[in-house]
């Protein structure tokens, strides 16, 4: 009798507790999604007012070409001369990775409703300590909030690029631009750039001609490289 009663006590106790079991489940499950998509500096609040306050003395019409991701976005100096035929924006913010893309799509991505957003970002990610399913995993994030608002939007991967500074990361590098690149073959909206491929030399190492002094980011020679990887796809 006892065990009995101490059952039916439990069943009772769990179906009146049902309901709050089930929102505070959803509370503390929203919680941590929420949590995994936070800015990786605090820093970028700042870049991110500066764009919001170019935008508002110079309001961006729809349409754009929107480029965004980290430093080799944002040293992109002569990408509207690259692209002199297209209604180009830079949106980089040195040193950032895919997540903060992510938290800062509703202000500095879905505003302007770009027809085309090319993404340049994972080589910090990896950097970090990240490893290609992270990569994978958060670019799908990225396209499914940018989707959700744009849905004809279309969304080009720059590769993570080879570079001298962080060759010994090659591998797991080359492994997310593989796992990126089979993603995007399953929709139409999104497209991946092979930029990896034509920065390497004959012994498939980086080419030095490409780089500035520290070895990480890009010269003219080495944005040419890109230049003519994207035309094509404008």
């Excluded at 489940?25 to 995994?36: F, M």
């Excluded at 830079?90 to 090319?118: C, L, M, T």
């Excluded at 993603?183 to 001609?209: A, H, Y």
Aim: with cysteine; net charge neutral; aromatic share 10%.
């Amino acid at each position: 009798m006892m065990h009995t009663k101490m059952g039916t006590t439990s069943n009772s106790g769990n179906q009146a507790l049902g309901p709050l079991h089930a929102c505070l489940l959803s509370y503390l499950l929203l919680g941590c999604a929420t949590a995994k998509i936070q800015p990786t500096n605090v820093k970028w609040e700042a870049a991110i007012e500066a764009f919001e306050a170019e935008d508002e003395a110079h309001p961006v019409q729809p349409g754009s070409v929107l480029f965004i991701g980290s430093s080799s976005i944002r040293m992109w100096e002569s990408l509207p001369a690259d692209f002199p035929k297209a209604k180009v924006l830079n949106r980089g913010f040195g040193g950032s990775q895919i997540v903060d893309s992510i938290y800062f799509a509703d202000r500095i991505i879905i505003p302007y409703a770009p027809k085309s957003i090319f993404l340049y970002a994972g080589d910090n990610d990896i950097a970090k300590g990240k490893d290609a399913k992270t990569v994978l995993r958060d670019f799908k994030q990225f396209a499914k909030k940018v989707h959700r608002a744009l849905p004809n939007a279309r969304i080009y991967f720059i590769a993570i690029k080879p570079s001298i500074r962080r060759w010994h990361l090659a591998a797991e590098m080359a492994k997310a631009n593989s796992l990126v690149e089979a993603f995007t073959q399953g929709d139409e909206r999104l497209d991946f750039v092979d930029i990896w491929t034509p920065m390497l030399d004959e012994t498939n190492r980086p080419k030095k001609s490409l780089f500035i002094d520290d070895g990480l980011h890009m010269n003219h020679e080495g944005y040419e490289v890109w230049r003519k990887a994207i035309l094509p796809l404008l």
